[in-house]
């Protein structure tokens, strides 16, 4: 393992940059995100992350534990500018009704992006790994507690039902989602834009 203080391609290995970030650890995140997207959580290498990062493995074992916990800052690094760019376009405001109206209709017109490749990746490895496992479970239960605040919010407002489970709520609105990155991985036809939209606003509408 690389000793603190080791200069690596002009940066100290221990520290951190000005503002806080270790640069480092940004360097070795991308390489994993670009390695596991394009060879998959099992045919990705320690060593392959590395080199493409410009570093040694001891760079990557002084702050991850191993592949796992790369995978999981890749998918962090990377999970929520999609959303967070919706949400920074849209004045939500809390209404969940919009909020699943709007990321809804965007399933069927968003890119490809590197997120959806690493969360692929991540639920295929789980079937084999059981740390992958957890770090997604880990990850989906995370993004169910944003999405339950939201839910709770919307009955107390009467946009939802109150006599609506907030899981079921949850775990179908992950369902579509996930359905929809299936499709992608196997280039599946997708619904055109206005039958979707008309097909998502009926079933918001419903939750009312």
Same mark, same amino acid.
């Given at each position: ?5 080791? =200069? =690596? ?8 940059? #000005? ?20 060879? #998959? ?5 320690? #060593? ?10 001891? $760079? ?27 949400? $920074? ?35 295929? $490895? ?43 709520? =949850? ?28 097909? =998502? ?8």
């Amino acid at each position: 393992m690389l000793a603190d203080g080791v =200069i =690596i391609d002009g940066v100290t290995d221990a520290a951190a940059t #000005g503002d806080g970030r270790d640069e480092i650890r940004d360097r070795l995140v991308a390489a994993a995100a670009e390695v596991f997207s394009e060879k #998959g959580y099992d045919g990705a290498r320690v #060593g392959e992350i590395a080199r493409r990062a410009g570093l040694t493995t001891g $760079a990557i074992y002084g702050r991850f534990t191993g592949k796992a916990e790369l995978l999981r800052a890749a998918i962090e690094s990377y999970s929520r500018h999609e959303i967070d760019d919706l949400f $920074a376009s849209h004045r939500f405001e809390g209404r969940v009704a919009d909020i699943l109206t709007t990321v809804g209709s965007h399933l069927v017109t968003r890119q490809q992006t590197t997120e959806q490749a690493l969360l692929l990746e991540a639920f295929v $490895a789980s079937r084999r790994d059981p740390e992958v496992k957890t770090l997604v479970r880990d990850l989906m239960e995370e993004r169910a507690r944003r999405m339950a605040a939201l839910v709770v919010q919307a009955k107390k407002d009467g946009h939802i039902a109150g006599e609506l489970d907030e899981l079921a709520v =949850i775990r179908f609105c992950h369902a579509v989602g996930l359905g929809f990155l299936l499709y992608e991985a196997i280039d599946l036809d997708q619904p055109d834009a206005g039958p979707w939209e008309v097909l =998502i606003a009926r079933m918001v509408a419903a939750l009312s």
